[in-house]
């Protein structure tokens, strides 16, 4: 029918498909849902709305859903990442996207770090962190307003930091653009970016990288 | 002829015209500096290319050109502000513009402190100058990339904080958009923001607020 | 738990940090407005939703909430300034933002002015008010449609002026960019900006001014 | 071959085909101007580049050529309007889209009364010329910048007002975007707006106006 | 209070003040209403939600509210221009803007003719009202989509063409953005614009042009 | 009354005039779908909302709504293509944006191939299809995120490709724009491009160069 | 080395890869013509500047510049298409891409009709080609400024319409971007899109709609 | 003077400060660069202009100047990583940018592969490298036009890609955002994208990655 499932994906990156779940009927979800769960014996959903997921779990009851991150999942990998992943946000309403991050990042079997509210304005704040942020072994910097914050950690650490502008913010911060497109024209090198909001894509993208460390 | 001078502007402001170099041909900002200077003794040209400044140094030999800042002055106030006007730059390449504030400070009466080169992604040498930062009566923070110092800086003071972005960066920098946007969304409350490589406007803003101290 | 209140803030800059209620649930506001307030004293929340005031004011029934503005306080520096903050607005429909400004500044100490309805259309209505205008230690303009209120006042005063853009318009007004980009780049000198709506931060920084005033 | 000259519009519209000469080699700015000139015994081309000048000179020296306002023209049209287009500019830079304004309105019949240099920033400047401003049938209005004169202007008179915004300006300016939107946004009624530096266009639409009142 | 009625304004422009309904709340609506129509014995209110009109009848029986144009109105001008203005609209759904401009020509004194449905996508409709469209003394052209009308007719009469981009499409056409940069680089000359969805804006033009050709 | 009904398009073109149902009420879509059906005896509205689509059905009870796709139609030409037209889609989201193209094309005689949810994210599950692909007369890429889909398939067939970005993603994604740019400036050639959303127009022009394949 | 020829593509597509020469070095162009010609017997690049085609012209004596276009080619397709390709320009500037779009064409097999300088402002001159244009197997519209041109013909022809939208315009033109956009939301059904100044792409569907032609 | 080295960088991060060559003075460049080696015995310069290198080089006779990559380094770290990074590019005229990253990482001391010309209209010429890109730990995916190849990389891959989008593009690509904006928002996940043109950025972030592997 509609959907045609990328059951190779795990053996070509080291882990299965996700399901988007913005812009799917609950029924397309869990059909999905259904053919992954068999697939894997593990599913992730990003952007689930609390119907769909109560739709999923009336199939399937031992489904977890986290209305803060929108995240609804079943299973998990069982491998285990020795380091950390730090997730550092600037503000509280920055919490949903952190969540998203932090929480894609352990159900990808990474031991998280939060350090929430550290924004720039009052630098102190994040200094007091120093430390546990340089021994993370990747970074996630979840900032709205301007961003600051991305380019401040960058230069602070000697690992991997992923930048996740957010659409919190208002008038010329356009959705989340504005700390995108500082994100992207930091000070500090080596920052790399996601998308507007993708907690998901940066919690991914940091497991990839401890995959790469445990692999080797 | 095509220029109407605005005499009036010193009494309503405090301050004379000043002329925008800027797609005026040599003879035009030669003819609306001689009537300034006729009227105020003093006159200042800002984005003056050195065409220019070599026509106007023809008939005004004592004016002063600076090639770096563009500025073109003659005179000065004789009034003298007691406090200082800092001003920060986040790196190397921001030094015309923070040189055109600076210098269009201290044409107005300002004494400047210059912070140079003290950009986010090494903080520390930001934090160095905490204490001298925090004796200015007005700070003005000029920074390209993502313009992140203004925020940093707009959390230490209990003074007036004036951003300027610069143009310097390239791809999603957009010529100064990414910083002027990140300073309008900055996360430290009340910092100010003058156009994109308007380093005038801005040592202008720190002149007016310092007129406002000194007039109470 | 989830924020990291910068108690800090008022050492620092002279005044306490301010929660801004975008984004936060109703029970965040409350847990980080009751901090605040034990160690304060006083405490004011931004854009705050009717349901947060209530929330708020169901523990701390001296709060006051104004619903224009949305501007939720309790408390108030005893900190009095000599001079006034004369508030300008173009148009009617610019009424919630110029209070927000114009409340914030009372809440930070100021003796307000407002001076509303004064739209360049009918530039005799502003001419008229003129030498209230000239009376004032700071002037805010509050503007949406072209903004053009901005440069007209700068022309007039020898005092800061700060221009606030506001999303009043429709079609190529762009929720407040055209206003925002005009005032950045307005013909009078000196004139500073913030973000589009955002009375608050104008107010913020009139009170900064204010401050380095009577500070000297 | 390459063109296809509408000899039809002047029955049509009342003038001949003017030629746009950006983007045309003199030799093909050179045929069209021939066959425009065997038929109608009057020629404009704007944007005519010097060299493009000295061409056509070469064939038809008594065509002139204005390199201000890049307009290069032979003949004229025999009819005169009663009633004067008013041309104002709000800064010396933009002299040159006001020459193209006024010359193509005095190349099709208009008296031309010029007003320049009149920008906001100095409002008394243009108060001072109030009734020469409401004496003419059409006004137009030229600004770079923010472009706030057009709305000034648009409340003081009972005239059509034609807004032409200008290159002139840097930063968040954008080649004459900022003063497009804010013309098309004004607080001044019946304000219409041309493109950017199209000076040509409003001495166009001033004249189809002007015919409208002699016509009718 | 909160608004400064500009009662001098019909004496300036020929026009009374007419309220802007956007943004404003029925009692702020009513409040100036009443003042005006003390002052005028008429009144137009654009942008008026049925609330606000209910309120404003509530006082006013015989004010008139049109729902399609959103325009509220009292009492009329007894001036009566001699020639038409013509509105032509591209398709339906563009009519709540179109019926904006006629009705405020027809408040304003003028006798209108609607030519309704004649986009650019069957010319020939077009073309078989072209008699009717060369006898209008002003052409307003109201189109969404691509906005390729008016250059059409732009280059079909030897009248004022005002042109209307409405906020009607999907996808590129960033809710009229399209046909407003498509109507300002227009290749039919002299054609000017007003705001996205500002129908009023051109009614009013188009009166200001009946104005004075009546005035001569 | 409001519309003119383009009768002789079928004449020009070979389809009949198609109703654009956004924007218009109920009553205005059934009037024109009245007399499209008298004079065609087929008729189709796009994006008609379930209220139109029973409104219509109340009078033409054998007019047949797609919920999806949102069209409506009635009749269907008796043309019957050779060739099939191919719909490719990047993901599961894109289904209402392909189910437009798909059924648009099937009633305007195609026979359809549908081949959904191949995203190049897991580039085997479109090469699987590689042999389909190559098969069809025209192919049509349907794809929101980044759209990179289109590329990919330009590159493999020796038949038109159009593409169709749809507004599914979020983020820098800003509802679409991001794939229309990318297919626009796509590496591989020749593919064209039409609105964001617009199933319905690539339907069309799939059904417009059939025609040409069948007349020849 | 640096390129890796997509030798196959002539095969998968039914044309040989075409070198892009923007960006390329003279040497890195002669490299890859060599091999091109070499496997196809006949190369064309597009974007060439004189020194480029000097330089492989210094090898291939044969090759032949056209610097009006900058296409260089060498050698020529056997096959030849029984019905012609349109290419309709707006105004003489667009000639470039115009020659670009027809000698593309016409090097792929295609006879080609140009109708140039047929621009919507004189409507009467389109429409003096209205035969010619519906005799065309395929149309392509090359238009500056506002793009209008697309429309019109997009609902006078029953064969696919390519439009490209040129960077011929300025201001509010946003070198090309207003016809792109345009374009896109034409109110004509079925007009498909390329890139601004892309007529090699425009030439190169065109050829492909008729390969699909030909060969049914 | 006028610059601050931040010494203490390498301690932090593990790598010494990099010097961006734009807008700096030769001078400024080689005064930093001495103050670098001296520290740490090795050096870069990114965007150096020859003009700059031949003035460091009066000096350094030993430093080496690459005209493609515009790097200008000397010494080298010592220590080397065991895996590869790769680095793809889409076409030719993306090598700068490749170039700039390829030496980043191989001064950085990472072994590089490059990947060249492989890009996705021809996509069985990146499927005939499948093994090669699946051996390298860490992949940089360099590309211009719509930036594609990044998501189809990013689904064959268990190891980092970094997405660096290139200006090498014209018209709707609007110098880079184009890819930029589609890197962001690639269906494939856990890409992350560094700016425009930004190959040091994406060397160094995949040094970064390569020293956590190291580092553990
Ligand atoms: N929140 C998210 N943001 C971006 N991409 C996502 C997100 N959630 C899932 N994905 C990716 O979207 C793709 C699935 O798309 P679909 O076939 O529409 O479910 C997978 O490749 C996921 O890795
Ligand atoms: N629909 C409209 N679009 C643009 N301007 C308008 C509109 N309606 C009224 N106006 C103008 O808005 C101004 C009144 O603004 P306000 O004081 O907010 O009512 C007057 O100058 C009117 O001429
Ligand atoms: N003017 C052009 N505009 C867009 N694409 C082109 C152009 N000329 C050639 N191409 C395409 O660009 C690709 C070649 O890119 P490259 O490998 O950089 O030479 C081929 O797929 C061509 O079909
Ligand atoms: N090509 C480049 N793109 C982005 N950042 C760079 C580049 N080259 C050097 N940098 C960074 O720019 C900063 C130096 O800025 P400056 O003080 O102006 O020399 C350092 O933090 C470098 O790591
Ligand atoms: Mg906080
Ligand atoms: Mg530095
Ligand atoms: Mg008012
Ligand atoms: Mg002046
Ligand atoms: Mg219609
Ligand atoms: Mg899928
Ligand atoms: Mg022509
Ligand atoms: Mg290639």
Chains 1, 2, 3, 4, 5, 6, 7, 8 share one sequence.
Not at 132 to 143: D, M
Not at 205 to 213: D, E, K, L, N, R
């Amino acid at each position: 029918g509609f959907g045609k499932v990328d059951y190779a994906r795990e053996k070509r990156t080291g882990y299965p498909e996700v399901i988007f779940g913005l812009g799917k009927t609950p029924d397309q979800v869990l059909a999905i849902f259904a053919r992954l769960y068999e697939k894997h014996g593990r599913v992730m959903v990003t952007r689930a709305e609390r119907e769909t997921a109560e739709r999923v779990q009336g199939d399937f009851p031992e489904a977890e859903y986290d209305p803060m991150s929108k995240l609804l999942t079943i299973g998990r990998t069982e491998r285990r990442f020795a380091g950390t992943v730090a997730v550092l946000s600037a503000g509280t309403a920055d919490l949903p996207v952190s969540e998203e991050a932090a929480r894609t990042a352990e159900w990808m079997g990474n031991p998280v770090e939060r350090i929430y509210d550290v924004g720039v304005a009052g630098i102190d704040r994040l200094l007091a962190h120093r430390e546990r942020l340089q021994e993370a072994s990747v970074v996630i910097v979840v900032a709205g307003m301007e961003g600051a914050l991305a380019s401040v950690v960058g230069g602070l650490v000697r690992r991997p930091v992923i930048a996740v502008p957010t659409s919190v913010g208002y008038g010329a911060h356009f959705a989340g653009l504005t700390p995108l497109l500082g994100m992207l024209t930091s000070c500090a090198s080596g920052v790399t970016v996601v998308n507007i909001d993708n907690g998901f894509g940066a919690g991914y993208a940091a497991s990839i990288i401890q995959q790469a460390i445990l692999e080797g």
